[in-house]
């Protein structure tokens, strides 16, 4: 097996960039994939740059954008998995519009699922009920202050749903999340993960 020095980390690294194969590189350069494998992932020759400039490993970005160019199934499988980690200025330059939005959509009804189940009362292991009736009603609750939430935002899924399901929790929950955040961010994933945890831990503790 060939040593390594600065000059051939840095020529198996653009090789990485451009997407070359891992064990194609390994072949080419005399040395076993599995030492690729962690100059790839910057556990090996963290300090040789990349040809963008950047240290250690190789950038999620890139890494798409090396699996976009790949027509594999499996590539594609991989393309979504590393999309998925990525922001959405990022998914944006890798996506065309359609497919920009089509992410989107998929990525907000997971986590509008992911949400609904949160805030669900599961029935032992054969599914999931709404409470039918409002729970007792904890000592802070102040229904005057609900009233003026729900007043505010009638339209708020959550509060839709809390009304729907009598839980109380889940009011108090929305109540101590709208206090905290301004009007214009009552909508939008921060709102979203407060209330769900809130609810959760509300839950817990009762």
Known sequence: ??????????????????????KEVAERFGISQPTISRILHGEQWYEVPWPDGSLGALSTYQQALILKERHSVRSEKRFRRVLHSLTPEAKQQLLSPEAYQEEMDRIAAEEERALVAAVTVPEGEGGSVSIEQD????????????????????????????????DQNLKLSIIATFEILPEDQWEGDLADRYIAMGKSQLDRSG
């Open 1 to 22: 097996m060939k040593a390594l020095n600065f000059l051939t980390v840095k020529q198996i690294k653009d090789a990485l960039w451009k997407g070359e194969h891992q």
């Open 135 to 166: 729970k007792d009603l904890p000592p802070d609750f102040d229904e005057a202050e609900w009233e003026e939430v729900a007043r505010k935002a009638p339209d708020n899924k959550f509060v839709k749903m809390a009304i729907d399901l009598k």
